[in-house]
Each structure stands twice: as C-alpha cells, then as structure tokens.
C-alpha cells in the first residue's frame, strides 16, 4: 500500500516542503498519494552537495562503494511491491508490467554492485597500421563525479 505522503531527500535528510504533487490513480481518477515538489533552488542545492560529495566518493574504497550500492538493491527488494504498486497507479501499467520493471531496477543495481569492484583498466596493442607499429594504450576506470 502507498503513503499518504512521500518528501524527497537532499543530502540525505526527508524533506517535505508545502508544495506537493497530488498523484492521481490513473485506473480510479482519484488521488493515490502526494509527493513533495522541488523547486529549482532545491535542484540547484542537491547538485552541489552531489559535486561536494565527488571527492570522498572517488577516495573511497571499491568495497564500500558495492556496500552502498547493495543497500539499495536490499531496499529496493524488501519496498519492491510498493515500488511495483506506485507504478500502476502513478503509469497506469498492468501490476505484472510494473513488477518487471523493478525486477529490472533491482538486477541493474546488482549488476552495479558487483562491476563497482573491478574498476580495472586496460592495456591495448594499437599497432592496427604501421605508423602506431610498437604502440600501447592503457587505460583505467575511475570515478569522475556526478552526472545526470
């Protein structure tokens, strides 16, 4: 079942402002829930506490970034059906549609948490035409910071 009401999160912390978005059940035409609104502020806000976090986000080990990652996949398994629920009435998808697509949601993140520790690299002949003859490229992963 939905809340009655839904904040969204800034640098972790709920926040529900006074400007919600009634959502309406697409299959009902009635109010399911309310979702707290972000204004272009609070946009801008959670950008920069996005690029502040960049620097401890790249100095951290690969095992607490898959930590971090794998919480998600643990809540996202344990609120699936709400996630599923919220869906239907937000899309108006068919419930066993919207339980794929947090099937889908739940094997992305686990699929992230485990590539998350093989942020290797590379090393590549480049020798592909006689001027490159003896050349190498290697390359490595690493975090560059927040994106969209």
């Known amino acids: 079942m939905l809340k009655e009401t839904y904040p969204y999160y800034l640098a972790n912390k709920p926040l529900t402002p006074n400007t919600d978005l ?21 946009i801008d806000q959670a950008i920069s506490k996005a690029v502040d976090a960049a620097e401890a986000m790249r100095k951290m080990p690969s095992y607490q970034r898959q930590d971090i990652i794998n919480h998600c996949v643990k809540r996202f398994t344990e609120r699936a ?14 419930i066993k549609d919207s339980r794929g697509e947090v099937s889908r949601l739940i094997d992305t993140f686990r699929i992230a948490a485990e590539e998350s520790v093989r942020m290797t690299g590379e090393v590549l002949p480049l020798d592909i035409s006689p001027r490159a003859k003896g050349y190498t490229s290697m390359w490595k992963r690493v975090p560059i910071g927040p994106c969209s």
Do not use: F, N, Q, W
């Open 81 to 94: 059906e709400e996630l599923a629920l919220s869906l239907c009435i937000e899309a108006g998808k068919p």
């Open 22 to 42: 009634i959502v309406t059940d697409k299959y009902t035409g009635k109010p399911a829930t309310r979702v707290a609104l972000a204004d272009a502020k609070v």
